[in-house]
């Protein structure tokens, strides 16, 4: 079964960075488009990037140059590297297989205080 575990989540000051990890299981990792995406209360979950299998990125316009987002296939892992954190980045972060979805792992929530 597909398993999704995300975590580095915490309480960041505004301008800080973190670095959020998500391990896969029960999917062949490698060939697939992985994403993270976030959903702030009150809103829907958003795409913010994704890698694909040839390592082609693409970021929200809200993240670009602030986020990168990577993968280690040998650890079925998949990174999310965020600096310049903003107050709107806060959100419960998720990662997921772009085109397929899997079935959604916990997240791991980001604030961000001003």
């Known amino acids: 079964q597909v398993q999704l575990v995300e975590s580095g989540g915490g309480l960041v000051q505004a301008g800080g960075s973190l670095r959020l990890s998500c391990a896969a299981s029960?999917?062949?990792?490698?060939?697939?488009?992985m994403g993270w995406f976030r959903q702030a209360p009150g809103k829907q979950r958003e795409l913010v990037a994704s890698i694909t299998s040839s390592f082609t990125t693409n970021y929200a316009d809200s993240v670009k140059g602030r986020f990168t987002i990577s993968r280690d296939n040998a650890k079925n892992t998949v990174y999310l590297h965020m600096n310049s954190l903003k107050a709107e980045d806060t959100a419960a972060y998720y990662c997921?297989?772009?085109?397929?979805?899997?079935?959604w792992g916990q997240g791991t929530q980001v604030t961000v205080s001003s």
């Open positions: 997921n297989m772009v085109v397929t979805r899997a079935p």
């Open positions: 029960g999917i062949i990792f490698s060939i697939n488009t």
